[in-house]
């Protein structure tokens, strides 16, 4: 079992970056596994609690602003042959944008489901003391003239924790993106500091500064396996799909209800009738010629395009279509339940 201390500074990273999932993803899964366990200092519960919605808006304001920029370039400079298909692909992903930002959403919530499982290190007076110390002695993190009391109580939290649990065969792993302020001044950044040295003075206790190389170090069979279980991308549907799907759900919808108007019909229970014969009162128990023979050639039409052996349903899957239109409707701004067709 490894304990791993993860830095604000990577949650906020894996929070904002569209491969946030898959790091997700491998978390879970070492967890599981009992390969790790995490520790979380107080203080990056608290710093990620004060960035979580700074991170959501600038992933969203990010991809909107890139693409607004692609999209004025195209229509400024593109092909007149290409031009038209290009933004019929931008409208596409424009309709995405609100689901690509929301990601960010998505990944927050899914790390703060990983800090319950977390063992929490309280900030203790002592803790408090060793990190004021550091800075008097202007000792990494306070070499670079900024205040960095929130780094150093991270740090001292570990080398505390470390301390306290020497006799334990656990190993433990300091991770984290912030080079500049922990990693070796001039020289290979992936080695802590020369202020850091105490602390990581042996393979039970080792710094990282790419998650994935640290989990590798753990158990690389186990990264292979979950990266092949996961190797596929969730993307969210264009609209132009989304319209092709709701219109085809509307027309088989509407050829089985054809269908049942058609044995209504036969059986009696709905009579045609002449235009001027038409009453709003029985509106329910008759149809208009005319339009009787305009829907009998529609749903010809729709047995060529689907084929008649492909239009036949039982009431589960029935429903099941229904339902589909239902969330496509909704999907595009539509309430719920509008079965329209």
């Known amino acids: 079992m490894i304990k791993i201390l993860i830095d604000t500074c990577v949650w906020l990273d894996i929070a904002k970056t569209d491969k946030g999932e898959k790091i997700i993803n491998l978390l879970e899964e070492f967890i599981k596994e009992e390969e790790i366990s995490l520790l979380i200092p107080e203080i990056i519960l608290t710093e990620f609690n004060r960035n979580k919605e700074r991170i959501e808006s600038e992933a969203k304001k ?14 400024t400079y593109g092909n007149k042959e290409t031009k038209n298909n290009i933004l019929a692909e931008l409208n596409n992903i424009d309709y995405k944008i609100p689901v690509i930002g929301d990601m ?21 007076n002592e803790i408090k003391l060793r990190a004021t110390q550091r800075a008097l002695d202007k000792k990494a993190l306070f070499h670079l003239s900024k205040n960095s009391m929130g780094d150093a109580l991270i740090i001292e939290s570990y080398l505390d924790y470390k301390i306290k649990n020497s006799a334990q ?44 190389e640290a989990l590798n170090s753990i158990n690389s069979e186990l990264i292979d396996e979950v990266e092949f279980d996961n190797d596929w991308e969730l993307e969210p549907r264009g609209i132009t799909e989304i319209w092709k799907s709701e219109k085809e759900l509307e027309e088989k919808i509407w050829y089985n209800r054809h269908q049942i108007r058609s044995e209504k019909i036969n059986n009696g229970q709905i009579k045609i009738i ?23 050639k529609s749903a010809l039409i729709v047995e060529e395009k689907y084929g008649k052996e492909n239009l036949i349903w039982d009431d589960f899957e029935w429903g099941m279509l229904n339902g589909k239109l239902s969330a496509l409707r909704w999907v ?10």
Do not use: C
């Open 274 to 296: 002449e235009m001027n014969q038409f009453n709003i009162s029985n509106a329910n128990s008759t149809i208009i010629n005319e339009i009787w023979e305009g829907a009998k």
């Open 104 to 124: 960010a959403h998505y990944s927050i919530s899914r790390i703060e489901e990983l800090f319950y499982q977390a063992e929490i290190i309280n900030i203790t």
């Open 62 to 75: 990010s991809v909107t602003s890139h693409f607004k920029k692609v999209r004025e370039l195209v229509f």
């Open 169 to 212: 065969e656990f190993g433990l792993i300091f991770m984290t993106h912030n080079k500049n302020d922990f990693s070796l001044k001039n020289g290979n950044q992936k080695e802590p500091h020369e202020d850091f040295k105490e602390i990581f003075d042996s393979p039970k206790s080792q710094y990282f500064i790419n998650l994935t």
């Open 332 to 341: 595009t701004g539509e309430e719920w339940d509008n079965l329209d067709t």
